[in-house]
């Protein structure tokens, strides 16, 4: 159960970031905060943020944070991957070299 919500924190933060990433899009200029405040995408945005930590902490309570956190690390590839999706971001040569090297990383750390 504890691995469903920590793949659960992990989609919900990507799925606030991405919304929070609209939302800013949305902004006409930066001082004009409150225009978001009532914003429907904007509240999605914060409600999946929140939803992220709560799973989280439901994690916390149930692994070590060291072998939990290695997992979010995984937000560095799935949310560039999700942001070229949507929002036409470039991913380069770089990116996916920086991926390899997390992925391996995160293999040595948990086991």
């Given at each position: 159960m504890v691995y469903f919500f920590l793949v659960f924190s992990i989609a919900t933060l990507c799925a606030g970031q991405l919304?929070?990433?609209?939302?800013?899009?949305?902004i006409p200029n930066l001082p004009n905060l409150l225009y978001l405040a009532f914003k429907p995408l904007f509240m999605l945005a914060l409600i999946s943020c929140g939803l992220s930590m709560l799973s989280w902490l439901y994690v916390?309570?149930?692994?070590?944070?060291?072998?939990?956190?290695?997992?979010?690390?995984?937000?560095?590839?799935?949310?560039?991957i999700l942001s070229h999706y949507f929002f036409g971001e470039e991913l380069n040569t770089l990116f996916f070299i920086g991926a390899f090297f997390i992925i391996f990383g995160v293999i040595l750390t948990v086991k």
């Open positions: 919304l929070l990433k609209k939302s800013a899009l949305m916390l309570q149930h692994l070590p944070i060291g072998r939990a956190y290695m997992f979010v690390s995984s937000a560095f590839i799935i949310l560039p």
